[in-house]
């Protein structure tokens, strides 16, 4: 099982990226995805998460209508769409697996994260 988080970069305020979590092992039907990230000095924040089997998506209120959870069963690949990126949106950004459709119940570990820098 392995899951890898790619597509962070370096952006400025109101800018946009897409991460990718590519998984291998298991099938992006098989369990909800979460991502969530974590900041320098500040706690681990679970901001999105997918069950595609249904199609239910959450999202944490920090990221609400600015970002877009999404799957691609052809590709096992789950993506971040990150719209109107703001200062504090900077972190390292992580997928893993979980068993419920909230993402509360992590089933496995992370891959090595991908960071995103946004620059005012």
């Known amino acids: 099982v392995q899951l890898v988080e790619s597509g962070g970069g370096l952006v400025q305020v109101g800018e946009s990226l897409r991460l990718s979590c590519a998984v291998s092992g298991f099938t992006v039907d098989d369990y909800a995805i979460g991502w969530f990230r974590q900041a320098p000095g500040k706690e681990r924040e679970g901001i999105s998460c997918?069950?595609?089997?249904?199609?239910?998506?959450f999202y944490a209120d920090s990221v609400k209508g600015r970002f877009t959870i999404s799957s691609d069963n052809a590709r096992n690949t789950i993506y971040l769409q990150m719209n109107g990126l703001k200062p504090e949106d900077t972190a390292t950004y992580y997928c893993?697996?979980?068993?419920?459709?909230?993402?509360?119940?992590?089933?496995?570990?992370w891959g090595p994260g991908t960071q995103v820098i946004v620059s005012s």
């Open positions: 893993a697996p979980y068993a419920d459709s909230r993402c509360l119940r992590r089933l496995g570990s």
């Open positions: 997918i069950k595609s089997s249904d199609g239910s998506t």
